[in-house]
DNA sequence: CATGAATGAGACTTCATTCAT
DNA sequence: CATGAATGAAGTCTCATTCAT
């Protein structure tokens, strides 16, 4: 008895998000993550029954792949600052290491093919920045602002950072880290 | 490509940004837009020889407008730091105003379909911005971080804030600006 | 501007009834018809958006052809066992010169292509007989059988007589039809 | 073609059946009969080399069952119109007692599955008939019309008014039988 | 042997583009 | 020149059959 092969899941992920890569997310078609997976059409429909249901189900998975590793560095009785700076060294690193999954995310959120499901799951990833920021209140470390807003300013920050950094080809060392994460902090401090 | 009557570019436009921001740039196609703006498939192919022609106009189009927009409320001799603030409530202020404008930008920015010109186009919009904050830096008021950065930073910021706001359904008012600027203006402020 | 050609629906009509024929409901392909009607694939579904309403339209049409045609032979003022004998001999006549129509019929009657709307149809069809008999029983000519039994009766009778000339290639002539008649009449007169 | 379970053969059968009468014979595949019968699909295909010869080979079998089961209540001496009641009556609880079957007979015969051979098998099941009635002429009770001719006559009557029970939910008793059985009885006797 | 995952040919359907009217 | 019907390549998906375990 053959058993449902779980790595193949995996392998399916693996060429889709290498083919959005290469070619983006419109021009991703199944005959080709067939091609570079070596699988038969049939197979990838055993695994998903759609390629919506395929878009959808890896979206989910980095979706929460990228919110445990943004929040594996936190640790819980470092101080205000501290935390920040390894949270936000960690967000930009994150973007980075996995560009290719990032890239995937962002090609989907723009597309047709996400379900509500997968719309809504943008939410959950900031429970924990929010937890964060209400310490620094507390402890009078942090501007009483909205979450929500400094959240949104911080996140647009880094993330366009690493933009430009993937645009302009620049490698992104401490003393860019420092120098980021000093502009955010100097916004947000009391 | 016979331009005879500019009014239909116009018109195809129009129609263009609104399937888009009703349904996503992957869900456009040729014959909705032959419906909407009710021509024939023959005649917009008059104007635009291909989809990809179309998408690329536009977008070119719609980014110069942009840029000259933002940059219309810069006063030559104006203080620096009511220059900032003016430019950056008028980002902002653009972002919502057109929204349909760059929703289409933003999904064109991650599709295929953009040809080279079309992606060289960024750099353009940034010129004014870096002339303001050398200005800045001149009279000591800019932090010494490369220009790049710090456009990054405001730009990401004021981007997200507005994503924020829509997804939220928050009103923009005069508050919600200075809050907005003045995270910005503590980050970049020496 | 060329127009949407109203013969073409009628050219993928008969192309669906040879095909079917020749090969069967459950072998019939989008291809195959495109083949046939040498139509492009797309031009087809511009008349019917999918296989599924193309087999259901032609149903339609068919069954609805085929009850005119029935009762077209009827007239008013005629005796009733006479207008019995048009009515069955039509019938047959009709089942025999529109063979083909009758075999599609009979084959989308057991696949899973009908809708519900297709289903419904027979119904219509029997409010003719039903007419009929109700003015012979009135004259005393009819059994005081219930109508569905003794047009199940006579219809059944009339189709199964017709499949077995089919398929033993037997001629149907005045002879046979007069028979096929009397044998029906003899069960139903009173 | 190893038949060393016939118990699965049956099985197979059974589900076949099922299947046939809740989606229709084109709606029938291999992985529902596989799911159906818990059996593998290499199992399945050890018993039946394609999914023809399954249908085939069913098909053959039903008909065979039920010419035996149809003529079983034939009492060789019994008075003429007596055993044709018999076999009538027997005909039409047959019909309904066994639908299932019939009903997946039925889709066969307008499918292109059958090979030859299962199209040869109709002729098997009117030898009996025929003889019955070669009987009733011998005596004068029977019109002196084609054999062929007559049982058409009465077997796609009660064909048609099986059908129609089961399209009305109509119970068939005594009182029906009695009444379908005497119309038939009218058009044949002498 | 039994299993059911894997296969891939072939079916259905879409849509950018062309071209007859 | 405008039109929109027609086109067919290319995409999504199904399912009878095979074969590694």
Known sequence: MKLKDPDKIHIIYTATLKLVKNNG???LN???IGKETKLGMGTMYGYFKSKEELINSLFKRLKGLN???IYSVIKPNAPFKLSMKDLF????????DYFEEH???EQCSNSHFLDSESKKLDDAAFVGVFELLDKGKKELLVKNIDNTIIT???MGSANELVTMCMKHNIKINKAFLNQAF???WDSIKR
């Open 89 to 96: 060294d960690n967000y930009i690193k994150n973007r980075v």
């Open 152 to 154: 949104a300013h911080m």
């Open 103 to 105: 890239f995937f995310v």
């Open 30 to 32: 199944m005959a080709a």
């Open 25 to 27: 997310l419109s021009a």
């Open 67 to 69: 919110t445990n590793r």
């Open 182 to 184: 000093s502009l955010c």
